[in-house]
């Protein structure tokens, strides 16, 4: 099987990399090129004061940062494969309700969100074409439990393998979006086979009552089964359903039923959800304070995307032609050299945060290190004049040394964007 997880790669740094020009004050005579490995995971217990997998309080840090654009070129798209990776995202209608809907569109009546309702209709539903990410995201206003799954048939005249190796069900009943990230590269493999116009359902989970977000966020590959490296088509259909006992789950015809029409936010297949960023900001611990960039929107508490920062997915939707300027559903690979052209050893740090004001809303988001590690942030809040921000990761530095930050941000729905990403130096 093609393991495709978005995998962490150590680069090899070159001394024909080429940096920013500086002021020969207290400058290393030379560069030797020393490369800093890894770095220091900062978020990891109570006693550092920062927030670890068991969900403990974090410390935040308010700075007077000037925040940058990001330049287009730093952003690589499908990176890990020229064809690019398909998104199938679901996030329409946000909310299923017992009443009428009425004129807000956002929302849909319980009677026809249903796959076992009196008018049935699905989420969404797509074709997929080899390896791609699922995101779903909803919310059950209703008094009723329901399921949730992402159903997958296979529409070849061949056998096809379905499997997953990075996946987790949300639900803000038992917990929020940020534990959701933190299980998906622990999940068990999904690993099966489907004949010829046969259809099963993936990722399949509870949803309470009043149980408010649920969703999926999953990263699935579809190949032939006789080799289970070539890619093959599926359709993929988000459904819900409350009668889980129903025999005839599977042998209902879904590719005939209706599309919910509700409006509300973006739903749709776009070309790729991996993303990589290099920060080719030319930092340097000489002559720069700090650098800061905003990453997932131009503007705070905006939405959507006509405010894309060049991070953001069109998408080929049942609406028409739609758009997600936000992260929510994907991570994002981070890279940022960091040389020290000064002639003492410098601390370097990277800090993770909020610059939007205080009435904008929240970030919250989860890394993964190199190392494997995998930590959250929630709810950080935004200030008037700066901005707060959690450190994530620091390295000592040493005279002509290059340290290379390098670890994956996963942002937490549904909290406001954009994330702010910062280097600095500690004095």
């Known amino acids: 099987m093609n393991h495709s997880r978005m995998v962490l790669v150590v680069l090899l740094v070159q001394t024909s990399i080429a940096f920013a020009q500086v002021l020969p004050i207290q400058v290393a005579s030379h560069l030797t090129v020393q490369v800093v490995s890894r770095g220091r995971e900062l978020l990891r217990d109570t006693a550092s004061g920062t927030l670890g997998e068991d969900g403990k309080q ?41 009443d009428d809907p009425a004129s807000d569109s956002s929302v849909c009546n319980i009677s026809n969100c249903m796959i076992d309702g009196p008018s049935p209709y699905v989420l969404f539903r797509g074709e997929v074409v080899g390896l791609g990410q699922v995101f779903s995201w909803h919310a059950n206003d209703t008094a009723r439990n329901m399921f949730h799954g992402i159903l997958v048939r296979n529409v070849n005249d061949f056998p096809i393998h379905v499997s997953s190796v990075a996946w987790a069900a949300m639900d803000d009943a ?42 999926i966020i999953a990263e699935v590959e579809v190949t032939r089964e006789e080799d289970k490296h070539t890619t093959a088509r599926a359709e993929m259909t988000d459904i819900v359903w409350t009668d889980d006992s129903e025999a005839s789950l599977l042998s209902r015809d879904y590719a005939s039923m209706p599309v919910v029409k509700s409006g509300g936010w973006e739903r749709g297949i776009g070309d790729y ?34 405010e894309d920062d060049g991070t953001g997915i069109p998408l080929r939707s049942p609406d028409g032609d739609g ?45 993964r290190y190199v190392s494997g590690r995998v930590a959250s942030v929630d709810n950080v809040a ?38 702010t990403i910062g280097a600095y130096v500690v004095k």
């Open 174 to 215: 038992r917990d929020d979006n940020n534990a959701a990230w933190r299980r998906y590269a622990g999940a068990p493999v999904v690993s099966a086979t489907l004949a010829p116009g046969k259809q099963a359902i993936y990722f399949k989970h509870n949803v309470p009552a009043h149980g408010n977000a649920f969703g």
């Open 273 to 306: 959800y991996a993303l990589s960023l290099r920060v080719e900001s030319g930092f340097d611990a000489a002559s720069t304070e700090y650098q800061a960039y905003r990453i997932g929107l131009l503007h705070c508490h905006s939405g959507g995307g006509l």
């Open 382 to 419: 935004g200030t008037t004049d700066a901005g707060n921000y959690v450190d994530v990761l620091e390295a000592d530095v040493p005279p002509g040394g290059v340290w290379e930050p390098e670890f994956d941000l996963y942002p937490a729905a549904p909290r406001v964007l954009p994330l």
């Open 323 to 367: 758009y997600v300027g936000a992260l929510y559903g994907r991570g994002i690979h981070v890279r940022w050299p960091l040389v020290n052209r000064s002639a003492s050893v410098a601390r370097m740090r990277v800090a993770i945060g909020n610059s939007c004001g205080p009435n904008d809303g929240l970030i919250g988001y989860t890394i």
């Open 58 to 98: 974090f410390q935040t840090t308010t700075r007077t940062w000037s925040i940058g654009g990001l330049d287009r070129s730093w952003i690589t798209k499908g990176y890990e494969h020229p064809s690019g990776r398909f998104f199938f995202y679901s996030n329409r209608p946000e909310t299923i309700v017992e």
